[in-house]
């Protein structure tokens, strides 16, 4: 059966995600065959340079034959069991140490699950315990940010900041409520200084807390820089001033590092880059490199001290998942960080990133349709406009970033497209080298140069 025979047969019998159902029948899947180290090889045979890891999360590169052979050794062990009633595995006993020994000083406590949207799914039920437990069952509001992304199952869309994912669902619901992010670039006032763009938003969401009441408010949760809603990286003391907000009114702080995490901004965790401690921390992708679903949802002692409370009370705790702490999963997890450790690529993502970003920057410089350039080590964003020089932004109705990011395909590099504010991400493999860093950048260019000739 040949790619093309596949792709058709595709059609009627799958549901993709995030994709039109009629632009699929038109056009198509695009079937990926192979991948090896930062590239990806489609059904035609062209060979591209991966430069989102996959979404986000394939932080080694793709096709480590010791990856493989854990996968393989870890199924001829231990294939499968449960862990819940107190059953663990070695694996997961291993990894829930080493997370434990990175993370922030606080966060001493990890639950395992599959997915990124499952991870903050978990914190905000934990937050709400946590909080039943305190006497304070009225506290279940979640403060989100507009632009932000968090999942998308019913609770992790709701606080999603992207009205995409509430259309058609009757989103969000009303435990979700939603203040300003902190888009710079776009949002500020003509003349405004960071430090007064930074004030004005800290005000914002204390009067919004004001509104709500801070009696209703379990938690704040927030990407110490946000992924998909534009890689916006936040001004100086934005994230101290929203910290010093949560503590001042008992709001717990969830740090989304799903994106974040295991080095793609430079440091083990984006949280770092501010000297911010969250009371809970969901993470995913790049904890197995994209090889097998599992996240892991971080629990500050005092929370977890709570939470033993109301075990002692209540009995169980009243979650979990078939998955949760898979013994395959875990395994991978563990050589992830092995490799990681192994090759420094956390070092990497600092000091390729930032030639990647300087070069993005010198290269782009006064390019007319080109805002800022954003992001934080192997983190970037292209901010695309109308009219850069006058500010003028593109209307999202002519889908310019997704047809940059297709030139950009044919270009050899795949690129994503981030709609809801046209800017194009980037996230490649950790892996990364300069001489590559190079041929990103040419290519970004070449894929400009056609859309907007």
Same mark, same amino acid.
């Given at each position: 059966?040949? /790619?093309?025979?596949?792709?058709?047969?595709? #059609?009627?019998?799958?549901?993709?995600?995030?994709?039109?159902?009629?632009?699929?029948? #038109?056009?198509?899947?695009?079937?990926?065959?192979?991948?090896?180290?930062?590239?990806? +090889?489609?059904?035609?045979?062209?060979?591209?340079?991966?430069?989102?890891?996959?979404?986000?999360?394939?932080?080694?590169?793709?096709?480590?034959?010791?990856?493989?052979?854990?996968?393989?050794?870890?199924?001829?062990?231990? @294939?499968?069991?449960?862990?819940?009633?107190?059953?663990?595995?070695?694996? #997961?006993?291993?990894?829930?140490? *080493?997370? =434990?020994?990175?993370?922030?000083?606080?966060?001493?406590?990890?639950?395992?699950?599959?997915?990124?949207?499952?991870?903050? @799914?978990?914190?905000?039920?934990?937050?709400?315990?946590?909080?039943?437990?305190?006497?304070?069952?009225?506290?279940?509001?979640?403060?989100?940010?507009?632009?932000?992304?968090?999942?998308?199952?019913?609770?992790?869309?709701?606080?999603?900041?992207?009205?995409?994912?509430?259309?058609?669902?009757?989103?969000?619901?009303?435990?979700?409520?939603?203040?300003?992010?902190?888009?710079?670039?776009?949002?500020? +006032?003509?003349?405004?200084?960071?430090?007064?763009?930074?004030?004005?938003?800290?005000? #914002?969401?204390?009067?919004?807390?004001?509104?709500?009441?801070?009696?209703?408010?379990?938690?704040?949760?927030?990407?110490?820089?946000?992924?998909?809603? !534009?890689?916006?990286?936040?001004?100086?003391?934005?994230?101290?001033?929203?910290?010093?907000?949560?503590?001042?009114?008992?709001?717990? %702080?969830?740090?989304?590092?799903? =994106?974040?995490?295991?080095?793609?901004?430079?440091?083990?965790?984006?949280?770092?880059?501010?000297?911010?401690?969250? @009371?809970?921390?969901?993470?995913?992708?790049?904890?197995?490199?994209?090889?097998?679903?599992?996240?892991?949802?971080?629990? /500050?002692?005092? =929370?977890?001290?709570?939470?033993?409370?109301?075990?002692?009370?209540?009995?169980?705790?009243?979650?979990?998942?078939?998955?949760? !702490?898979?013994?395959?999963?875990?395994?991978?997890?563990?050589?992830?960080? @092995?490799?990681?450790?192994?090759?420094?690529?956390?070092?990497?993502?600092?000091? =390729?990133?930032?030639?990647?970003?300087?070069?993005?920057?010198?290269?782009?410089?006064?390019?007319?349709?080109?805002?800022?350039?954003?992001?934080?080590? %192997?983190?970037?964003?292209?901010?695309?406009?109308?009219?850069?020089?006058? +500010?003028?932004?593109?209307?999202?109705?002519?889908?310019?970033?997704? *047809?940059?990011?297709?030139?950009?395909?044919?270009?050899?590099?795949?690129?994503?497209?981030?709609? /809801?504010?046209?800017?194009?991400?980037?996230?490649?493999?950790?892996?990364?080298?300069?001489?590559?860093?190079?041929?990103?950048?040419? +290519?970004?260019?070449?894929?400009?140069?056609?859309?907007?000739?």
């Amino acid at each position: 059966m040949s /790619s093309t025979d596949i792709t058709q047969q595709q #059609q009627p019998n799958i549901l993709h995600p995030a994709t039109s159902i009629v632009a699929l029948e #038109q056009n198509g899947a695009r079937l990926m065959n192979d991948a090896k180290g930062i590239h990806i +090889k489609d059904q035609e045979g062209n060979q591209l340079i991966d430069g989102i890891a996959g979404l986000w999360c394939s932080n080694i590169g793709h096709g480590r034959t010791e990856i493989a052979e854990t996968l393989s050794n870890a199924a001829r062990s231990l @294939d499968y069991f449960h862990t819940f009633n107190g059953h663990t595995n070695q694996a #997961q006993e291993e990894l829930a140490a *080493r997370l =434990v020994a990175m993370a922030p000083e606080n966060l001493t406590h990890v639950f395992f699950g599959c997915s990124g949207s499952d991870a903050n @799914d978990t914190l905000v039920k934990i937050a709400w315990q946590y909080h039943i437990m305190r006497g304070k069952p009225e506290k279940r509001k979640i403060i989100s940010r507009w632009q932000a992304y968090h999942g998308t199952s019913i609770s992790t869309a709701s606080l999603t900041g992207l009205k995409g994912f509430h259309r058609s669902f009757n989103l969000p619901l009303d435990f979700a409520v939603h203040t300003e992010c902190p888009f710079y670039y776009a949002e500020a +006032k003509s003349d405004e200084s960071a430090e007064a763009y930074t004030a004005r938003l800290h005000t #914002q969401l204390r009067e919004l807390i004001a509104r709500e009441g801070a009696e209703n408010i379990a938690a704040f949760i927030g990407e110490p820089i946000m992924g998909a809603g !534009g890689v916006i990286t936040p001004p100086e003391g934005y994230w101290k001033g929203v910290e010093s907000i949560c503590r001042e009114n008992d709001i717990l %702080l969830i740090a989304d590092e799903v =994106v974040c995490g295991f080095g793609r901004t430079g440091k083990n965790f984006g949280v770092e880059h501010y000297e911010i401690q969250p @009371d809970l921390m969901a993470t995913a992708k790049g904890l197995t490199a994209g090889v097998f679903p599992m996240s892991a949802a971080f629990v /500050s002692t005092d =929370v977890h001290d709570v939470l033993r409370q109301a075990s002692a009370e209540l009995g169980g705790f009243s979650h979990g998942y078939t998955y949760s !702490g898979h013994p395959i999963g875990a395994a991978v997890a563990n050589k992830v960080l @092995d490799i990681m450790a192994n090759e420094n690529l956390v070092d990497n993502a600092a000091a =390729v990133g930032a030639y990647l970003h300087e070069k993005l920057n010198a290269s782009l410089a006064g390019h007319p349709n080109v805002g800022e350039i954003r992001g934080k080590g %192997l983190l970037a964003a292209i901010q695309l406009m109308d009219d850069a020089p006058n +500010k003028r932004f593109l209307d999202p109705k002519h889908k310019m970033a997704a *047809r940059v990011s297709e030139a950009c395909y044919r270009y050899g590099l795949i690129i994503r497209p981030l709609p /809801s504010i046209n800017s194009l991400a980037l996230s490649p493999p950790l892996v990364l080298s300069k001489a590559e860093a190079d041929q990103i950048v040419e +290519k970004v260019i070449l894929g400009l140069e056609e859309i907007f000739h």
